[in-house]
């Protein structure tokens, strides 16, 4: 089992939540983890961990196993309702999607796919003179019902509300872009970005194709999480936007690969 870097003691003020999110985001890099190494990275008792632990486990997310806990991995093609993944780290979303807006230029081509990070950008784009937007997002499309100038590309609809598949494959291979900011699944040092289903990862790759610049909107929590098709390796992405949550090894891992990396 993997021991836990040690903490600020200052984490012993950490909210209930805030405190099994941050269990939850080291398992999913180091799959399992010692209580007792766990207890002395928050700051707080073993018992308190223990705690933790068990609503966790009630939950489905870990299970206990002796001396510690593991991390239970969803299947890669497990998917949220995009009602469930709105509701999932509203504030990280939002600070990554104004930190994306910044790079947005006026007059220029920008390419949004799908996901409620991209969605909370997208919200915000009315401030930007002149762009034009193309989209294979369904909810995109409909937050922005008096822009001027909005492509909207067809296909197959997902789970995710994003048009995949060869209609949206053929509609990207005709367009140029200056910027294309995407979500993903999840996203690792080994496999890069990750989606749910082939379809969404081939429409994810033919927007590339089609652009300049490939922004990628990923909150830390995904960080480690795969999903069953890989459309990007990091070295593939121009820039990085996440939440300042990433943990301070993989911040470090993405910097040596990705040539901008922003944390909101």
């Known amino acids: ?96 999607a104004r930190a994306a807006l910044a790079l947005v230029r006026p007059g220029s081509a920008v390419g949004i796919g799908g996901g409620t990070t991209t969605l909370a950008l997208a919200r915000l784009l009315a401030d930007v003179p002149d762009i034009t937007i193309v989209t294979n997002s369904l909810p995109v499309a409909l937050a922005l019902p008096d822009h001027d100038s909005l492509v909207m590309i067809g296909g197959e609809r997902s789970r995710s509300d994003a048009l995949v598949g060869p209609v949206a494959n053929r509609a990207a291979a005709s367009i140029g872009l200056d910027q294309l900011f995407l979500g993903a699944h999840g996203i690792d040092a080994d496999r890069g970005c990750t989606a749910p289903s082939l379809a969404e990862a081939e429409t994810n790759r033919a927007l590339m194709a089609a652009t300049r610049e490939t922004v990628a909107m990923i909150d830390a929590s995904k960080w480690g999480v795969q999903g069953l098709a890989a459309f990007a390796d990091l ?22 690969t990705i040539g901008r990396v922003l944390l909101a």
Do not use: F
């Open 1 to 96: 089992m993997a021991v836990v870097r040690t903490r600020s003691p200052l984490e012993a003020g950490l909210l209930d939540v805030e405190r099994r999110e941050r269990i939850t985001a080291h398992l999913r890099r180091t799959s399992t983890a010692r209580i007792a190494d766990l207890a002395v990275a928050l700051g707080v008792s073993a018992m308190t961990v223990r705690r933790d632990a068990e609503k966790l486990a009630a939950s489905g997310v870990i299970e206990r196993v002796r001396g510690g806990v593991r991390i239970l991995r969803a299947p890669v093609t497990e998917e949220p309702a995009p009602s469930e993944k709105a509701a999932l780290h509203p504030e990280a979303k939002e600070r990554i």
């Open 235 to 256: 070295g593939e992405l121009d820039t990085l936007v996440t939440d300042a949550s990433l943990p301070h090894a993989q911040t470090r891992e993405v910097r040596r």
